[in-house]
């Protein structure tokens, strides 16, 4: 298949036209300068002429074997760090890594004016071609040329250069390390000599043996001496040598001298006799005649190259010259090692292209170690999880490299200077991940994570901006599957990445899918008597100067998180079949956060001075199970039931013995209490809240699968959905650990489909009452879910308390009308959903009810009209009037199912009394309505402020995660 130049040269000879001319590349300053209305100062007075190869010199050609090859020459660019990549290839053993560069036959620039030059570009080999014509001025190139002035591969490579990244002036200024990648398609690592790991390394002999080892690997190897003043002129301290500029290394040698080993290394001068090293063992150092066994042993026992002294027969080694390690060492501050990966050698090559954009720039993890399980969970990364992720697979044990490298910013001028990026490798056993395989991916450094790779931490690494961070030397096993997760160092600093992976056998890469998202925007206000700053679960009370419960809590935005659909309404084959979906839930203000302290002002003030000084609020949430609708309940119940019952060897259910009527009032009572709970929810747990004590409860090892007992939870009434009052010790539930002022994140792995499908409610508060705020709820998982705000403006949650005047107890007893009343008023014509909730908090009444279970019973009456009074015949359900609910020994009760209430007249009222079985059992209760209609809620006395439920914007929110 010809190539573009095989087509050039045609055409050329089809026209009889003597040379190419690459109108793309023309022959004007378009080519020199970025703006070639004001041209760098370089430029100035400048006569520029365009030459052909052959007006320049006589007999050119790309190389020339003469004592001057390899040695270059600087042109009026600052371009010693393109010269000196150049100068490493020229030196190197492998004399095809400089010639390959050129795509063209031997006399073809000379005869046709044209030429190719490949390098590697973003991921890939990407070819030049342009005419021969080159810049000069006074009959010399102006920019780059090789000492010897009829070899002419220097100048052309750099013309093609030029051509690719747009002008010559856009290649002022660069990297080694970036040019021997983009002239070999290796790997480089660029060791910063004077960083303190570096120097322990060197110190203990290690780094030593690590050179040796690259030298007899053969990579391209060189060293340099960095300063920022760009300047290359030699110093004292530099001993002749000159500073930002590379010497290739040749050789590397160990000598025994009279007084030890010496270390030596042989470095290559391409920079002319100026810039020779005068330091020990440099030409016409007095060592060689102090050790003449190093002198015999580098010239006669293997080595072949210049041993040092002044000498006829050294004349031709002029540009070679020895170095003691240690020394060199001390004046370099650079080292480089360029790794190529042959074909013929067995290696395979592995290039994957990506953006870091959105939510993938997710930056740098944040490592933490995992505590024992608790109540509470420590905060997740919020952001790392979402960096793009590939994962390995493979057969046989295998060497392997990677190399991360961002977007050449030469190739666009829009680009800007590079910024720091790393990658981390995290393995797990293959059988574990071949278990997983619907979850490949890494959600947490979380310390219980097997890292093999930190990019940033190897002993090459540097903390400063590099186009290409690489970790080598690795081994991978096949027992083990491999996460690599590159990233930008920064968080939203987007830009695109190449991905390479280097290995002696064939390996399997695929990239996981990103994760699924979602984002609501909420809100923590207090408008009017609509309040839903309601704080955290537990919150600090001034007072008593200790954490209690927090009655308040329930009044916090609530959001409910579900399946798009239920697992069996897939196919076996669909990606939605999995069982279990990975989920990451992130809660992050949107208001400033921590850095913001004017919503704290409004509690300061209430407070003492010393408390005004307290820290701003912190951020965190609560996942807990949905309440259960009745019908849920009662099949929840009835398999409790069939799975504790007792089965004879046939597997028939045995009889169960009667409750004895004789039993003391207080155990009945309790055993009602506990079978009601069986009878409610479903659940068990794994996370419970902090400072409530575990009875028996065996935990979860992973969400959905129950180890301990059913634990209780509400219900829901029709197409009504209940917002969560409090949580009870015997919940399911997460807590996160309210670390942070600015964002929030918890990890739940493998939560079962069949319980997400039931419903998970997700509460984010900020850690104190009374402050307002905005945020923003993600949710990251790697299946598709679907999340939904609770309606606040149709649900009315009102805090009260039976104290000695108004704990009347039931209607048994003559005061029960000095219970307290609300007054129920609903805003509509027609028949209305309704379901009135009346519940406590079960750490604040457990010492109560358990002296007096029946006395502590708890009920409410519901009324027309706005006085007591015990007449049911206005309020049916199911054709049966009701007027009161049950006592019952729990801690919530509620109307039934499908409860309805039909409009009153204009003035009208419903009243819902709350009230104990017996008088005089003091403490708080919540009483909560939700309806699928306008409402309003307030004391029956008229002294509390009411709530009108009205929706308020952004109230209710549905979306569907799109992958």
């Known amino acids: 298949m010809a190539t573009m130049e ?64 390899g040695d270059v020459v600087l042109g009026k660019l600052d371009t010693g760090y393109f010269l000196s990549a150049v100068a490493m290839l020229a030196a190197s053993s492998d004399s095809t890594l400089l010639e390959d560069l050129f795509g063209s036959g031997v006399d073809d620039f000379k005869k046709y004016g044209v030429y190719t030059c490949r390098f590697y570009k973003n991921g890939q080999w990407v070819d030049v071609i342009t005419d021969t014509r080159l810049p000069c001025y006074n009959m010399s190139p102006v920019y780059s040329r090789c000492a010897d002035v009829r070899e002419l591969y220097l100048p052309l490579l750099e013309k093609a250069y030029a051509k690719f990244h747009g002008t010559y002036e856009s290649l002022n200024r660069g990297s080694i390390a970036e040019a021997l990648v983009d002239l070999t398609g290796g790997s480089c690592d660029k060791i910063n000599l004077s960083s303190m790991k570096v120097k322990e390394s060197i110190s203990r002999g290690f780094l030593w043996d690590e050179v040796v080892s690259f030298s007899t690997a053969q990579n391209t190897m060189g060293c340099s001496i960095s300063d920022t003043t760009r300047d290359t002129e030699s110093t004292p301290e530099t001993a002749g040598l000159l500073k930002n500029l590379a010497y290739p290394i040749l050789e590397c040698r160990e000598v025994q001298a009279s007084t030890g080993i010496i270390q030596f290394v042989k470095l290559r001068n391409p920079w002319g006799d100026k810039s020779a090293w005068t330091g020990d063992w440099g030409h016409g150092s007095n060592k060689w005649d102090d050790y003449p066994e190093v002198h015999s042993e580098l010239r006669g026992g293997g ?64 490592i933490k170690g995992l505590s024992d399980l608790t109540t509470v969970l420590p905060e997740s990364d919020a952001f790392w999880f979402n960096n793009p992720q590939f994962q390995i697979r493979l057969d046989t044990k295998s060497k392997v490299r990677i190399s991360l490298m961002q977007q050449d910013r030469r190739i666009r001028s829009n680009l800007h200077e590079n910024y720091p ?99 609501l925007p909420g809100s923590w206000e207090k408008i009017g008597d609509r309040d839903s700053c309601g704080g955290g679960l537990r919150c600090l009370d001034e007072k008593a100067s200790k954490v209690k419960d927090n009655n308040k809590w329930c009044l916090n935005p609530q959001f409910l998180l579900t399946t798009v659909k239920p697992r069996t309404a897939y196919d076996d084959d669909e990606p939605g079949a999995a069982k279990s979906v990975d989920i990451k839930i992130v809660v992050r203000r949107t208001d400033g956060g921590g850095k913001n302290r004017k919503n704290a002002k409004d509690i300061a003030r209430k407070t003492s001075s010393t408390t005004a000084e307290k820290k701003q609020p912190t951020l965190g949430m609560v996942i807990c199970r949905a309440p259960m609708t009745e019908k849920d309940s009662k ?92 949580v009870n010790k015997e919940e399911w539930s997460v807590c996160s650990d309210y670390s942070n002022t600015d964002v929030s994140s918890i990890f739940m792995k493998k939560v079962d489909v069949d319980m997400l499908s039931d419903g998970l409610l997700i509460v984010p508060s900020l850690s104190d009452k009374g402050v307002k705020g905005g945020f923003t709820l993600e949710i990251h998982s790697d299946f598709a879910v679907k999340v939904e705000e609770l309606p606040e403006a149709r649900s009315k949650t009102i805090t009260g308390e039976w104290t000695e005047g108004t704990g009347g107890g039931s209607h048994l007893n003559p005061d029960w009308k000095k219970n307290p009343r609300f007054n129920l008023k609903l805003n509509t014509t027609e028949p209305a959903n309704v379901k009135i909730v009346l519940s406590r908090n079960e750490k604040s009444w457990v010492k109560e009810c358990t002296k007096d279970s029946i006395g502590c019973m708890m009920g409410f009456y519901l009324m027309q009209g706005p006085k007591p009074n015990r007449d049911m015949g206005n309020i049916f359900h199911d054709g049966k009037p009701w007027g009161e609910s049950p006592f019952v020994p729990l801690h919530s ?56 439920g009205m929706p308020r914007k952004g109230s209710h929110k549905k979306l569907e995660a799109i992958n």
């Open 6 to 69: 095989d087509e050039i040269i045609m055409r050329l000879e089809e026209q009889g036209a003597k040379y190419f001319i690459d109108v793309d590349f023309n022959a004007s300053t378009d080519c020199l300068y970025r703006n070639k209305s004001v041209p760098p100062t370089y430029a100035e007075g400048d006569d520029v002429k365009w030459l052909r190869p052959h007006e320049i010199v006589d007999d050119p050609d790309y190389f020339k074997d003469s004592a001057l090859t």
């Open 303 to 366: 080595g072949d190259g210049f041993a040092g002294r002044n000498s006829e027969e050294d004349g031709d080694q002029q540009g070679h010259f020895w170095i003691t390690f240690q020394d060199l060492c001390a004046i370099f501050t650079k080292l480089y090692v360029c790794k190529t990966f042959a074909d013929e050698k067995g290696w395979r090559q592995y290039c994957m292209s990506g953006d870091w954009v959105g939510k993938t720039a997710g930056g740098a993890p944040s």
């Open 421 to 519: 990026i790393a990658f981390e490798v995290v393995r797990q056993k293959r059988i574990t991940a071949d278990l997983n395989r619907d979850h490949p991916r890494v959600w947490d450094l979380d310390g219980s994570s097997d890292l093999v790779v930190d990019s940033t931490s190897t002993l090459f690494s540097s903390n400063l901006p590099q186009r290409e961070v690489s970790a080598g030397d690795l081994e991978f096993d096949p027992i083990y599957v491999y996460n690599i997760i590159p990233h930008p160092s920064q968080r939203q600093r987007g830009g695109k990445f190449f991905l390479r992976v280097f290995s002696n056998n064939d390996l399997v890469i695929e990239q996981i899918a990103e994760t699924n998202s979602l984002y």
């Open 635 to 726: 099949l929840a119940a009835q398999r409790r039931r069939q799975q504790d019952a007792k089965i004879n060897a046939l597997g028939q259910r045995l009889p169960t013995k009667e409750s004895s009527l004789k039993a003391q009032r207080k155990k009945l009572a309790l055993q009602a209490a506990k079978e009601a709970e069986m009878t409610e929810a479903t659940g068990g747990g794994m996370h419970r809240r902090t400072g409530d004590f575990d009875e028996g409860g065996d935990g979860l090892d992973e969400m959905g699968g129950a180890v301990g007992g059913w634990a209780r939870a509400e219900k829901t009434s029709g197409n009504v959905t209940d917002r969560k009052m409090t």
């Open 893 to 948: 009760v509620s109307t039934p199912e499908g409860f309805m209430l039909q409009p009153l007249p204009d003035g009208d009222v419903y009243s819902i009394m709350p009230t104990t079985f017996d008088p005089a059992k003091k403490g708080s209760f919540f009483l909560s309505v939700v309806t699928d209609v306008d409402f309003t809620l307030s004391s029956g006395s008229g002294s509390s402020k009411s709530d009108k």
